[in-house]
């Protein structure tokens, strides 16, 4: 049972920031409650106010702007992965959604909470990232944006003030000749690991690739030195299926934890790279 | 902005059919006011972390873990919950699935099973077996090893396209 709570309703987000503002470190803010209702229930969060965002219409936003796309926080996983917008380039991103935890928690768990839970052992941020996607956040002086990568700053820490909240995410359409894939691995509830992977392909060859991986470590992260050495090779090449072993896995930050031996985990990541790398050519050459 | 609420507040929703009005905490769990206050004890506390699928029960048809929900959050919504399936005397075919196909042993889990299989088949009459799968794949059973669980779900989709449906 928890203790007693006070639900604030604000309508739009400079109301919500300034309540984060006020009320400080006894509020949390609540939209699905599938991660802040878990952390309170086990007693690790004693928060005797929510400010509940669902109720603010630029965080149930979900639409096109230009050729990308914009997120409202505030838009389930559900909504996500039933979206005709996560379609075409965009499409890793709606098999990546439609594998989140299960049917229960995609239908109230929103994109928002999850990401500024920055629970590591999860996927929207690591697909996010491979898109180059920004946050913005509102607070005291009006809206700020950044770079994702700039905003998950590790194991459930992110770079949102206490007086912000989260409004949106926008994802930027890659190039044109763009596809790609997002591939998981897990034995219990919470991914084990999970690889994003975009080519961009010109003439039948990778002209540019971006490769992210994540649950692993703090944070999910870019692998640069396995996007350079993919460039110039030819689609066929990599449909088949590359070495993505010494891809950069080495050097990065993993943890070792119930999931599974840091060696482990870059293993499976560098597997799962390899396969989300050959799915990503085979849809980049159907596209071309 | 609209008024906070709680430490109480007064919710009007409708279950399994039938309109409820009742005072709770904001702090109350779903699952704790349907087994406490409204005696629907068919919904189970297992896992409490959403990961097993025993509480699951019906908001507006979409499943939810009523253990991680707040009750608040059912305000002026539509709740099913096991105890509501049944019409006139008769069960649910996805009920009658499950006991022709012996789809359970010890049942914890069944109500869970069963709510989730009747919001797949709403929203998915044609699930093939994969579909099915990734749908039940958040309703965890630790004595029926699921093949079972599969043949009922198959056994009440075939029933639920008969030229008779279920009213």
Known sequence: MLGPLTIHQPETAAEAAALRASLGEDAAVYAGGSELLLVMKEGLGRFTQLIDVKGIAALRELGARGDGLVIGAAVTHRELERSALLSGPFAPLREM???????????????????????????????????????????????????????????????????????????????????????????????????????????????????????????????????????????????????????????????????????????????????????????????? | MRPPVGPTVRLALTVNGAPVEIDVETAALLLDVLRERLGLTGTKRSCDAQVCGACTVLLDGLPVSSCTVLAWEARGRELQTIEGLAREGRLHPVQEAFLEASAFQCGFCTPGMILSTVALLAEHPDASPETARAWLRGNICRCTGYASILDALRLAQRRLREPAPWP
Do not use: M, Q, W
């Open chain 1, 97 to 288: 959604e439609r594998d989140v935890a299960n049917v229960r928690v995609r239908a109230v768990g929103t994109l928002g909470g999850n990401l500024c839970f920055a629970e590591p052992h999860s996927d929207p941020a690591t697909a996010l990232l491979a898109y180059d996607a920004r946050v913005v956040l509102a607070g005291p002086d009006g809206e700020r944006a950044l770079p994702l990568a700039a905003f998950v700053t590790g194991s459930y820490e992110t770079a949102l003030g206490a007086d912000e909240v989260l409004v949106r995410v926008e994802v930027p359409a890659p190039p044109p000749g763009t596809a790609g894939a997002y591939r998981r691995f897990g034995l219990h509830e919470r991914p084990t690991v999970g690889v994003a992977a975009l080519l961009t392909a010109t003439d039948g060859a990778v002209s540019a690739a971006r490769v992210a991986v994540g649950c692993i470590g703090p944070a999910p992260v870019r692998l640069p030195a396995l996007e350079a050495r993919l460039a110039g090779l030819p689609l066929a090449t990599v449909a088949a299926g590359v070495d993505a072993r010494d891809g950069g896995f080495a050097a990065l930050d993993v943890v070792s934890d119930l999931h599974g031996a840091a060696d482990y985990k870059r293993e499976v990541a560098a597997v799962l790279a390899s396969r989300a790398l050959a799915a990503a050519a085979a849809r980049a050459g159907t596209a071309a």
